[in-house]
């Protein structure tokens, strides 16, 4: 285990932290372009916020992780370009911690987001700079499918070629969802067959919005979409794979063009949405059980570059990997308002980009 000066310099300060209450073992991606280890381990204290580090894991810019619903696997990664790979490792949920498994090449470049099939048949990555969906066998030992996109957007720089940016279940297992941020697609996959999914459906989104991240709720009936470059929150209703846009709603009103992340509250009452580059910060949204439309109820200010943030299980904590401030920061979430609360505490982690629960 590597653990940097300052990170270790927390552990022994907040050894005693999580005494008492109900724990969270939290893992946290990053990139290490600078000098970030991996992957973080650490316990989160969900009565009183205090947190403490356990472990860290090495890995090469392991900028998204997935566990998995049908073993303890853990599945992370390496945004690293040419050079990138899908990293899998063994979770010891009894002494929390991540004993690496393998590392596969990926053909595609820098994949960004990483989801397992519900029933555990094969790993999807998500090929930012390629453009492509690459789907890996669950023992990530080979490649089933790969599929590769074409097309553009009308910003010259940043929609010249397709990249896409999710891979999401919808919460059924039946259809798998991919966000093409550079030609404002998503593509919708049958997930009908044994081996890999097949492509069945495309949604063709406003030109030069940029579909980032896509959520559902719970039922499945709707979905929720951040658009990265126009800064919108696209609802959807959705039956059987079909997408249907019923909303559109600011949350970028800087239009600074990097809206990140997107997710519902456990209760599915509130929906939120991460800005940056500027004025960055969570935008608050309140559901309509009936209709699935949002009405924003707020704007919290976070730290630099808001890239991914996590709603705890208990739905009382919100914590926010500020990436260019090199910590994660935590704010206790009202249930009944559903506005998050700045405690002041951080988490200090070299370019935090993803959080999971572990």
Same mark, same amino acid.
């Given at each position: 285990?590597?653990?940097?000066?300052?990170?270790?310099? /927390?552990?022994?300060?907040?050894?005693?932290?999580?005494?008492?209450?109900?724990?969270?073992?939290?893992?946290?991606?990053?990139?290490?372009?600078?000098?970030?280890?991996?992957?973080?381990?650490?316990?989160?204290?969900?009565?009183?916020?205090?947190?403490?580090? *356990?472990?860290?894991? @090495?890995?090469?810019?392991?900028?998204f992780?997935?566990?998995?619903?049908?073993?303890?696997?853990?599945?992370?990664?390496?945004?690293?370009?040419?050079?990138?790979?899908?990293?899998?490792?063994?979770?010891?949920?009894?002494?929390?911690? *991540?004993?690496?498994?393998?590392?596969?090449?990926?053909? %595609?470049?820098?994949?960004?987001?990483? @989801?397992?099939?519900?029933?555990?048949?094969?790993?999807?990555?998500?090929?930012?700079?390629?453009?492509?969906?690459?789907?890996?066998?669950? &023992?990530t030992?080979?490649?089933?499918?790969?599929?590769?996109?074409? %097309?553009? %957007?009308?910003?010259t720089?940043?929609? !010249?070629?397709?990249?896409?940016?999710?891979?999401?279940?919808?919460?059924?297992?039946?259809?798998?969802?991919?966000? &093409?941020?550079?030609?404002?697609? #998503?593509?919708?996959?049958?997930?009908?067959?044994? &081996?890999?999914?097949?492509?069945? &459906? =495309?949604?063709?989104?406003?030109p030069?919005?940029?579909?980032?991240?896509?959520?559902?709720?719970? !039922?499945?009936?709707? @979905?929720?979409?951040?658009?990265?470059?126009?800064?919108?929150? =696209?609802?959807?209703?959705?039956?059987?794979?079909?997408?249907?846009?019923i909303?559109? #709603?600011?949350?970028? $009103?800087?239009?600074?063009?990097?809206?990140?992340h997107? @997710?519902?509250?456990?209760?599915?009452?509130?929906?939120?949405?991460? =800005?940056? *580059?500027?004025?960055d910060? /969570?935008?608050?949204?309140?559901?309509?059980?009936?209709?699935?439309m949002?009405?924003?109820?707020?704007?919290?200010?976070?730290?630099?570059?808001?890239?991914?943030?996590?709603? $705890?299980?208990?739905?009382?904590?919100?914590?926010?990997?500020? !990436?260019?401030?090199?910590?994660?920061?935590?704010?206790?979430r009202?249930?009944?308002?559903?506005?998050?609360?700045?405690?002041?505490?951080?988490?200090?982690?070299?370019?935090?980009?993803?959080?999971?629960?572990?």
């Amino acid at each position: 285990m590597k653990i940097t000066g300052f990170l270790f310099l /927390l552990m022994l300060s907040l050894n005693a932290c999580s005494s008492g209450g109900q724990d969270l073992t939290l893992l946290a991606g990053t990139y290490t372009t600078g000098d970030s280890h991996g992957i973080y381990t650490f316990n989160f204290n969900l009565s009183t916020g205090d947190f403490q580090l *356990l472990d860290s894991t @090495a890995s090469i810019n392991p900028s998204f992780l997935a566990l998995s619903p049908a073993d303890n696997r853990v599945y992370a990664v390496n945004e690293s370009g040419p050079a990138s790979g899908l990293a899998a490792y063994v979770a010891d949920r009894e002494n929390r911690k *991540l004993t690496p498994l393998l590392i596969i090449p990926n053909p %595609g470049a820098d994949p960004c987001h990483v @989801a397992v099939e519900p029933s555990g048949r094969y790993v999807v990555t998500a090929d930012y700079s390629s453009g492509t969906v690459t789907v890996f066998s669950p &023992d990530t030992e080979s490649i089933r499918y790969r599929w590769e996109f074409s %097309g553009s %957007g009308p910003d010259t720089a940043r929609q !010249k070629a397709p990249h896409i940016h999710c891979v999401v279940f919808s919460p059924d297992g039946g259809h798998l969802f991919a966000t &093409d941020l550079g030609t404002d697609r #998503i593509y919708v996959f049958n997930n009908q067959g044994p &081996d890999a999914p097949v492509l069945s &459906d =495309t949604v063709t989104m406003e030109p030069g919005s940029g579909p980032r991240h896509l959520t559902f709720n719970k !039922k499945g009936n709707y @979905a929720y979409l951040i658009n990265e470059l126009s800064g919108m929150v =696209t609802v959807f209703s959705h039956l059987n794979g079909k997408l249907e846009s019923i909303q559109s #709603i600011v949350a970028d $009103t800087l239009e600074a063009r990097g809206s990140a992340h997107i @997710a519902l509250s456990e209760d599915g009452n509130f929906l939120y949405a991460s =800005t940056r *580059l500027r004025g960055d910060g /969570l935008v608050t949204y309140s559901v309509d059980d009936e209709s699935g439309m949002l009405t924003r109820v707020g704007f919290q200010p976070t730290g630099n570059h808001p890239r991914h943030f996590l709603i $705890t299980p208990d739905d009382r904590w919100i914590l926010v990997s500020c !990436k260019n401030e090199n910590h994660i920061e935590i704010y206790r979430r009202n249930r009944k308002t559903g506005l998050p609360e700045d405690t002041g505490k951080r988490i200090p982690v070299e370019q935090p980009v993803c959080l999971v629960p572990f």
